[in-house]
T-cell receptor, first 113, second 112 residues
């Protein structure tokens, strides 16, 4: 039981490049989330999903897209990376939306030059 | 006023000390409350949920004061391994995010 895994762990991009971050969970959770964490800003929700095939915007969705084609996977895409997207990205999943523990992946450290 | 506010610290305490953190939240309709722990360069992990009646888990005690809209975490007999950042988390049902709102965290450093 691996829990929540994220790929890649580290990545350096140039401005304008695109990339996809992959999140996978093996706990059969319905709910999945993408957060970014910046110094002094705390965790901020980018997008989330309440089930396979559904996605919704969070607090800071601009510049990102997501897809949940399979229940166990939640992909975060950066269409045209900007230096402001340099951050640590965490994926999380939970059984229920409000009252249940969110389980986090180990994070992806992204630097955009 | 920010939705969830915490003193960023750092709180520097000796081993064996008792330390308390407070957190305030702005939405009186908030229903669920948690403390998460985040070690340096690691992911957040649930420490404990916070219930209206207060709850204890070993050396950790969490309290909720709905009237004053604050949550507290008390750590007794601090260990070196307690050094981490503690995140106060609140759920706002039906909000635009409709999910967990994280505070920025309070950093604790326990010294020998």
């Amino acid at each position: 039981n691996a829990g929540v895994t994220q790929t890649p762990k580290f990545r350096v991009l140039k401005t304008g490049q695109s990339m996809t971050l992959l999140c996978a969970q093996d706990m059969n959770h319905e709910y999945m989330y993408w957060y970014r964490q910046d110094p002094g800003m705390g965790l901020r929700l980018i997008h989330y999903s309440v089930g396979e095939g559904t996605t919704a915007k969070g607090e800071v969705p601009d510049g990102y897209n997501v897809s949940r084609l399979k229940k166990q996977n939640f992909l975060l895409g950066l269409e045209s990376a900007a230096p402001s997207q340099t951050s640590v990205y965490f994926c999380a999943s939970s059984y229920s939306r409000y009252t249940d523990t969110q389980y986090f992946g180990p994070g992806t450290r992204l630097t955009v030059l | 006023r920010k939705e969830v506010e915490q003193d960023p610290g750092p709180f520097n305490v000796p081993e064996g000390a008792t330390v308390a953190f407070n957190c305030t939240y702005s939405n009186s309709a908030s229903q669920s409350f948690f403390w998460y722990r985040q070690d340096c360069r690691k992911e957040p992990k649930l420490l404990m949920s916070v219930y209206s009646s207060g709850n204890e888990d070993g050396r950790f005690t969490a309290q909720l004061n709905r009237a004053s809209q604050y949550i507290s975490l008390l750590i007794r007999d601090s260990k070196l391994s307690d050094s981490a950042t503690y995140l106060c988390v609140v759920t706002n049902y039906g909000g635009s995010q409709g999910n967990l709102i994280f505070g920025k965290g309070t950093k604790l450093s326990v010294k020998p």
